[in-house]
């Protein structure tokens, strides 16, 4: 679990020390600027902005219930983080799987990646598919009427 937060705290942590530097050197505005830019860095990689994560076991077992996809995804991955982001709100609608935490999860994606941890994997109707286009993801969420 500590995994998962490193690089947000690496991130706070440099932004603070670049920041204090700039200060103390009679730089306020660029301290605060690289600061916030920092902090956004630091928010955007950690795994708040991800819905919550449940286990491989239950994602499937809700999956097999209501029919709703099953994205596994790892903390500071871009591609990742670029399919939250285009999903919007829908992402909701998705049941979320952070391979760090759960190792039954890790290896759903192992067995679908030839062995590599490769995320996001998203599992429709037991098939995989391997970092997905976030609008064709999309368009499974909202089938047309």
């Known amino acids: 679990m500590m995994r998962t937060w490193v ?3 690496l991130l706070a942590l440099s932004g603070s020390v670049v920041a204090t530097e700039l200060i103390s050197g009679g730089n306020p505005a660029p301290a605060v600027a690289l600061l916030l830019l920092f902090l956004l860095l630091a928010g955007v990689t950690s795994p708040l902005i991800f819905p919550r994560s449940i286990g491989a076991v239950e994602a499937q077992r809700r999956s097999a219930v209501d029919g709703r996809p099953i994205v596994f995804w790892r903390p500071g991955c871009t591609y990742c983080l670029r399919l939250r982001i285009r999903l919007g709100r829908s992402a909701r609608r998705v049941h979320w799987v952070d391979i760090w ?3 039954a999860g890790a290896a759903v994606v192992r067995s679908a990646n030839d062995g590599n941890e490769t995320v996001p994997t998203l599992v429709i109707a037991g098939r ?3 970092n997905p286009d976030p609008e064709w993801v999309r368009e499974q969420l909202c089938p047309p009427a």
């Open 128 to 130: 995989p598919h391997v």
């Open 101 to 103: 935490r759960d190792p």
């Open 7 to 9: 690089s947000p705290i």
